[in-house]
């Protein structure tokens, strides 16, 4: 089983930035592609990038490219999400999840966190 928490959520006008972490333990971290998602209120959970056990993988979605950055730390059990020119459509509670495979599909990714608010006051 592997615990997932994230954290770094808040307040910010639009073009600031945040970086979320997501915290792991009980599990071997290292052994997991790590993605981050999102939900906006009355929307769809949405995928936003997934990083690969290595982080020499990483693939985002378009609407994030190039405004987001996803890192880890196998060494510390952590990935990170930095997120800067944020939008106010960038509002939404982010989740952190975990699967064996490197994918886009929610559905496949095993353990989640509770998710952490962001938003973005324009």
């Known amino acids: 089983q592997v615990q997932l928490e994230e954290s770094g959520g808040g307040l910010v006008q639009a073009g600031g930035s945040l970086r979320l972490s997501c915290a792991a333990s009980g599990g071997t971290f290292s052994r997991y592609s790590m993605g981050w998602f999102r939900q906006a209120p009355g929307k769809e959970r949405e995928f936003v990038v997934v990083?690969?056990?290595?982080?020499?993988?990483?693939y985002y979605a378009d609407s994030v490219k190039g405004r987001f950055t996803a890192s880890r730390d196998n060494a510390k059990n952590t990935v990170y999400l930095q997120m800067n020119s944020l939008k106010p459509e960038d509002t939404a509670v982010y989740y952190c999840a975990a699967a064996k495979d490197f994918t886009t599909f929610a559905q496949v990714y095993q353990y989640w966190g509770q998710g952490t608010q962001v938003t973005v006051s324009s």
């Open positions: 990083i690969n056990w290595s982080a020499d993988s990483t």
